[in-house]
Structures are given as structure tokens and as C-alpha cells.
């Protein structure tokens, strides 16, 4: 199975931009879709977006539509998400997971997460 590690979390402020990556290894990690998720305190893990396994196919949440974008590189193993436009609210630990290629269905195989933080 895939083992997945995110890096890139920071403290930024409100309009500001951050990359997140989400390093892959153990597994085929070309053949499996992608998404990010995030968890604020207090609240549920919500869906940011998806990525198919050739990145021909995006999802997004509408809270992040035209401010995030989601890439991958396989020869690196590893899936980007370019966060622009951001807000105090997308304050939360931001974790990946391998996808069903439906871009729904989850395989659960969560990293540590990052922390983003974004000050008013």
C-alpha cells in the first residue's frame, strides 16, 4: 500500500499563497487518484480536491474552486496543491489520500497531515 507524507504547511497571511506536496512510496502510486483533505479544530475531515491518476481529471470543494489547484508528477511520486487567495478559514491540517478513481471513494491511507495557517 502507499505510504504518504505532506510537507509544505506554513503561516501565512490572508491573501497569501503556500504549496503543499504529498510524497508517495511503497506502492504504484501512477496507478491510484489523489485527494486532499483538511481538518480545522473541532471540526470534521472535509474533501479540498481530487486528482485523477493521469491528472486529466480534477474535483474541487467550492470552497477552495478558483483559488486552489491540484497537480501531480508521477515520475516524482508525488501530488501538489497550489493554495492562492487564502484565508483565515482554510486554516486546518491538510492530509492526502490515494482515491478510488470515481474521485469519491477513499482508501484511507492518511499522512501525518501539515499545518497551513492563515492570519487576518
Known amino acids: 500500500q502507499v505510504q504518504l507524507v505532506e510537507s509544505g504547511g506554513g503561516l501565512v497571511q490572508a491573501g497569501g499563497s503556500l504549496r503543499l506536496s504529498c510524497g508517495a512510496s511503497?506502492?504504484?502510486?501512477?496507478?491510484?487518484?489523489m485527494g486532499w483533505f483538511r481538518q480545522a479544530p473541532g471540526k470534521d475531515r472535509e474533501f479540498v480536491g481530487a486528482?485523477?491518476?493521469?491528472?486529466?481529471?480534477?474535483r474541487y470543494a467550492d470552497s477552495v474552486k478558483g483559488r486552489f489547484t491540484i497537480s501531480r508528477d508521477n515520475a516524482k511520486n508525488t501530488m501538489y496543491l497550489q493554495m492562492n487567495s487564502l484565508k483565515p478559514e482554510d486554516t486546518a491540517v491538510y492530509y492526502c489520500?490515494?482515491?478510488?478513481?470515481?474521485?469519491?471513494?477513499?482508501?484511507?491511507?492518511w499522512g501525518q497531515g501539515t499545518q497551513v495557517t492563515v492570519s487576518s
Open positions: 489520500t490515494a482515491m478510488y478513481s470515481d474521485l469519491v471513494g477513499l482508501f484511507n491511507n
Open positions: 511503497g506502492g504504484a502510486f501512477s496507478k491510484y487518484a
Open positions: 486528482i485523477s491518476w493521469s491528472g486529466g481529471m480534477t
